[in-house]
């Protein structure tokens, strides 16, 4: 088992930045890629981007492409949400996922944290 733990989020400013941190334990080495996923109030969960761990490379979706950065930190297994520019539309709690395989669903979820961006 994994267990994922997200941190970082808050009440930002639009324009604002702010970097979330997911930090993973239990079977990591099981462990070959990393999402980032989020919900709004009233909407479905959404893609926002995610990380093959041990080549560190990223794929975004296009509404974040540009603005927000994954990386990691494979010695803490940690991995990291970069935002910059946030927008209001940005606002929803902010869940990180882990799966075993690039052919399956994610098999780990974090319990999500709140990113709030204001005018």
């Known amino acids: 088992q994994v267990q994922l733990v997200e941190s970082g989020g808050g009440l930002v400013q639009a324009g604002d930045s702010l970097r979330l941190s997911c930090a993973s334990s239990?079977?990591?080495?099981?462990?070959?890629?990393m999402g980032w996923f989020r919900q709004a109030p009233g909407k479905e969960r959404e893609f926002v981007g995610r990380?093959?761990?041990?080549?560190?490379?990223?794929t975004y979706a296009d509404s974040v492409k540009g603005r927000f950065t994954i990386s990691r930190d494979n010695a803490k297994d940690t991995v990291f949400l970069q935002m910059s520019s946030l927008r209001l539309e940005d606002t929803a709690v902010y869940y990180c996922?882990?799966?075993?395989?690039?052919?399956?669903?994610?098999?780990?979820w974090g319990q999500g944290t709140q990113v709030t961006v204001s005018s």
């Open positions: 990380i093959i761990l041990k080549i560190g490379s990223t």
């Open positions: 996922a882990g799966r075993r395989s690039l052919f399956r669903a994610y098999d780990y």
């Open positions: 239990g079977e990591t080495s099981s462990i070959i890629e």
